[in-house]
């Protein structure tokens, strides 16, 4: 039986995974709790350091593609980072009955969702070139 609190860890390491795939990217993976410590001591850098680092190269990106309007962004609002929970686990949907029509996160199903967004250009190909 699940803690209420419970996070499988091994869920984070699997996403981290699947993003180096994707996009080819080097990431870091911290624990769900130094995570949420780490972000709660230092929101407003977070928030400005993420949109410092990401915004840029994303408007680039879509200029350079032609994306003129798209409701896909990089933003980070610092203040969704307050009074939120940062990390979920989806054990009170699951207490309703709720299933999952995919009940596991698998790299062919991100690329699915990856290849429409580009295919209805809502993410811009040449980000999208390394998937």
């Known amino acids: 039986m ?13 996403i981290l995974s699947l ?5 080819l ?21 977070t928030a400005e350091d993420s949109n410092e680092k990401h915004l840029s190269p994303w408007s680039e990106a879509c200029e350079k593609d032609g994306i003129e309007t798209t409701p896909l962004s990089p933003f980070l609002d610092q203040e969704l980072l307050y009074d ?3 990390c979920i686990n989806g054990s009170k949907i699951e ?7 995919y009940p596991e996160l698998r790299i ?22 390394s998937s």
């Not at 993003?19 to 996009?23: A, C, D, G, Q």
């Not at 062919?108 to 070139?129: G, I, M, N, Q, W």
């Open 2 to 14: 699940k803690h209420k609190d419970f996070v499988d860890l091994s869920v984070y390491a699997m």
């Open 19 to 23: 993003m180096r795939l994707l996009f």
């Open 25 to 45: 990217l080097s990431l870091v993976w911290l624990t769900s709790t130094y995570l949420s410590l780490f972000l709660k001591l230092n929101m407003t850098s």
């Open 84 to 86: 939120n929970h940062l």
């Open 95 to 101: 207490e309703t009955g709720f299933r999952y029509n």
């Open 108 to 129: 062919e199903f991100l690329r699915e969702v990856l290849a429409d967004y580009v295919k209805t250009r809502l993410f811009p190909p040449s980000l999208a070139e």
